[in-house]
Every structure is written in C-alpha cells, then in structure tokens.
C-alpha cells in the first residue's frame, strides 16, 4: 500500500512539475515573441526611413529623378563600380527605372505583411532604397550590399545602384539651364 501511495505521490509531483514547466516555457516564449515584434518594429521604422532618405535623394537630383520618371540616361550619372569608386561600407541607392519589386527576389526578408510587399512588383516605377556595400564583384558586375529591409545582405547588379550624390546635378545646378527645373 505504500508503495502505491508513494506512486500516486511521485506522479501528482511530476504531474504538477510539468505544469510548472509547460507555464514557464510559454512565459519564455512569450517574452521571446515580445522582444522579436520589437526588433521587427525598430527594423520596420529603419527600413521606411531608409526608403524615405533614398526618394528625397532622389527627388533632390535632377539626374536621377529623370532616370526614374523619364527613363533619361544622363552621361555623367556616377555608379559605384561602373564610373566611380566602389567602396565598401558606404552608402548607395538602389534604383530601378523599370516595374520590378523593391527588393530583388533574392533579399530574405521578415515575416510581415510589410517586408514581404517590397518583394512584389507593384508601383512603377519601386520605392527606391538606401543600402550598405558589403562587397563589390567587379567581375559579374555586382554587389551585395545590406539594409535593415532584408534579413540578410542580398545581391544587385552594379547597374542598378547610384551614387547619393550626383556631381553632374551640381554642374546642372551651377549653369543657367533650366532643363529639367
């Protein structure tokens, strides 16, 4: 007899440990769950601004702004790589011309509805983007750069990223043209 006691004991006390653990690991999770919607708000915010920045640049260039909405090439537009400088750790604008997504299908971005809606073509032409250089590959003519946008760095064709700052906006700028004021 008692040893059945002493069994019944045992499995109230396992009984009640499991409910103590299974308590505590949802706590943990939910914590956890917490603290990852938090990093994903921040990343959102960075992102949007990061978007924001790359349109007022854009906005701001007389050059780039014609690419964009016009499809006009101007000679002096510098891109890293192509016509000017690569260099890693500085900041470039992504840059499309033509209806593609935001974010090339490449880019591993955050489970939420508004990273995933940068990977879908949509608004022609996309939201332009500030990115990081991570590394340049002169040979394919591309770079893989990072943003807050994507989870990982994620790789664009060298055509496709700008210089912050256009020289040939400022030799536009400087002469009594009025070509595309």
């Keep these: ?44 915010n960075n992102c949007k601004v ?30 890293p790589g192509i016509n000017s400088e690569s260099e890693v750790d500085r900041r470039y604008i992504l840059l499309y011309n033509k209806p593609v997504s935001t974010l090339p299908a490449n880019a591993l971005v955050y489970e939420n509805g508004f990273f995933k ?13 500030l990115v990081d250089a991570v590394s340049f590959d002169l040979k394919n003519r591309q770079a893989t750069v990072s943003s807050d946008c994507a989870k990982k760095p994620f790789v664009v064709k060298l055509e496709n990223l700008y210089e912050t700052v256009q020289p040939v906006d400022i030799d536009i700028r400087g002469s009594n043209s009025d070509l595309f004021f």
């Design 117 to 129: 809606s940068l990977l879908s073509k949509g608004n022609y032409p996309p939201e332009s983007l």
């Design 50 to 79: 990061y978007i924001e920045m790359a349109e007022d640049s854009v906005k701001r260039s007389p050059s780039l702004r014609n690419f964009k909405y016009n499809n006009v090439v101007n000679q002096g537009i510098k891109q």
């Design 1 to 44: 007899m008692k040893i059945v006691t002493l069994a019944i004991q045992n499995k109230i006390l396992l009984a009640i440990l499991a409910g103590v653990v299974s308590i505590g690991s949802f706590q943990v999770w939910q914590y956890n769950q917490a603290k990852y919607e938090k990093v994903i708000a921040v990343k959102e």
